[in-house]
């Protein structure tokens, strides 16, 4: 019988997505766990898996479209279950699926046929059903890309993208954005002699003062905000803000945060990074502060497990595998992907891991499992100069650990003398109802006991 793929809950409270693109077009063999499609939520894109195998029977919904988590967006199964597949009630879709799915192999064609838009508007013809069903999904931008294009009401299909696979990033819309802006910034300049016309004072006010600011207005923030505002002056919430504040408020309303702040010495993990780095140079490998803070939370986790379980009505749901989630700023605001069974990675192979992780979230091609699978999560906070901070428990695990910066402070040392140190302070933000403050307090002392004697983590 054949498999149904349902569009997949990625993330705490992911209530819909959208199919960028298939991966797979229908009769391809599908793999169980093989990527068969790339799905958008509210903060990324990953890859979506299969859990079925054979044959991709029937793609059911086009790129570009959202729909609801749950709901079936294809059929896998055996290559004689084929007949079944199809649906009597559209029978323009079969072609439109194959045009799907080879979208992958033909992404840069609807860039290459800019004079399509028409079709958005009429879509009569059947030629016309693909592009007004999927242009989103086609073009293939990354969703910050997508966002100012909206803003600006720019038509994506008007821009060849420069990243990976040809997909369109933010950089390629605001460098589209700087030609007809500029356009429009010059077509007030052109009023500037009419200012001997009956409106000399207004128009004499306006293009003076501004031609130089204008040119400079796409490529700053202000420019976008003041375009989304509506009549009453409100900016409207992007998906991804709406699903942060979803998450947020549901994690401070069920979950009784409580907070545990320490100062962590990190003098000599400082030195061996330096060392470490210095050895690892001809591999192309570079350890980071982060990974140091990776390494030690993993042990420490091994040693208080309840700090990497879940919550559940009945008990504490224990997760064997240690999956460790990273905060990482991008430009639509904030995701936490985790790096991947730690508990058995050295501090080499978590610094490479790490790397690949944060090229991927930025390139948008990170898997379900990554985005959606962390048991225990660290917000780092030390690269924009911040000292200290305390950070929200992503939903369902139980802590996160929030980091400051690395900075040079006056320590008084046992002999009473004042020395130099390279201080780091670090909070972990835990759910009550599963650890209690004094369980706190051990974790971070484990997790500072090992930053400052590092080499207890190369053994």
Not at 87 to 110: G, H, K, L, N, Y
Not at 302 to 325: L, R, S, V
Not at 352 to 379: P, V, W
Not at 415 to 425: K, L, N, S, W, Y
Request: glycine share 8%; aromatic share 4%; with cysteine.
């Amino acid at each position: 019988m054949a498999t149904e793929l349902t569009m997949p809950q990625m993330g705490y409270d992911m209530q819909e997505g959208t199919v960028v693109r298939w991966l797979k077009s229908e009769g391809s063999p599908v793999q169980m766990g093989e990527a068969v499609a790339e799905i958008e939520t509210d903060k990324a894109v990953v890859e979506f898996e299969s859990y079925g195998e054979g044959v991709l029977l029937k793609i059911l919904v086009a790129e570009g479209t959202t729909v609801p988590v749950g709901e079936v967006i294809a059929l896998v199964g055996a290559e004689s279950e084929a007949p079944v597949a199809p649906t009597p009630d559209e029978p323009a879709q079969p072609e439109e699926a194959e045009e799907q799915a080879e979208a992958p192999v033909s992404a840069a064609i609807p860039l290459e046929a800019p004079a399509q838009p028409v079709s958005t508007n009429g879509g009569v013809a059947a030629q016309d059903v693909a592009p007004r069903a999927e242009p989103e999904g086609r073009l293939f931008a990354t969703p910050a890309a997508r966002k100012i294009a909206e803003e600006q009401d720019i038509d994506l299909r008007q821009i060849e993208g420069t990243g990976p696979g040809g997909r369109i990033t933010k950089e390629d819309v605001l460098g589209f954005a700087d030609q007809p802006v500029e356009v429009v910034a010059e077509a007030p300049e052109p009023l500037t002699p009419v200012e001997t016309a009956p409106e000399p004072p207004v128009v004499a006010e306006t293009p003076e003062p501004e031609p130089t600011p204008e040119p400079a207005v796409p490529a700053s923030p202000p420019a976008p905000v003041a375009e989304v505002e509506d009549e009453e002056g409100l900016i409207p919430f992007s998906r991804m803000r709406q699903q942060i504040a979803r998450v947020t408020v549901r994690s401070k309303s069920e979950k009784p945060h409580f907070y545990v702040t320490t100062d962590i010495d990190m003098t000599q993990a400082m030195t061996l990074r330096s060392q470490i780095n210095q050895s690892l140079t001809d591999e192309g490998v570079r350890v980071t502060v982060n990974d140091l803070i990776v390494k030690a939370c993993v042990l420490t986790l091994k040693k208080y497990p309840k700090f990497n379980g879940f919550y559940q009505e009945n008990g504490i749901k224990m997760n064997d595998a240690i999956n460790i989630g990273v905060a990482i700023a991008i430009e639509e605001g904030l995701i936490v992907p985790a790096l991947l069974d730690c508990g058995d990675k050295s501090l080499k192979e978590l610094a490479a891991a790490s790397k690949d992780l944060a090229e991927r979230s930025a390139s948008g091609t990170l898997s379900n499992q990554e985005y959606a699978g962390g048991t225990f999560a660290i917000s780092n906070l030390g690269m924009f100069g911040v000292s200290s901070f305390i950070a929200i428990i992503q939903p369902p695990q139980t802590a996160v650990l929030a980091v400051g910066a690395v900075a040079k402070r006056p320590v008084v040392g046992d002999d009473d003398q004042i020395t130099v140190a390279q201080i780091m302070t670090t909070t972990i933000s835990g759910d009550h109802r599963i650890v209690d403050g004094a369980e706190g307090a051990q974790f971070v002392n484990e997790v500072k006991r090992l930053l400052e004697n590092p080499l207890s983590m190369l053994v």
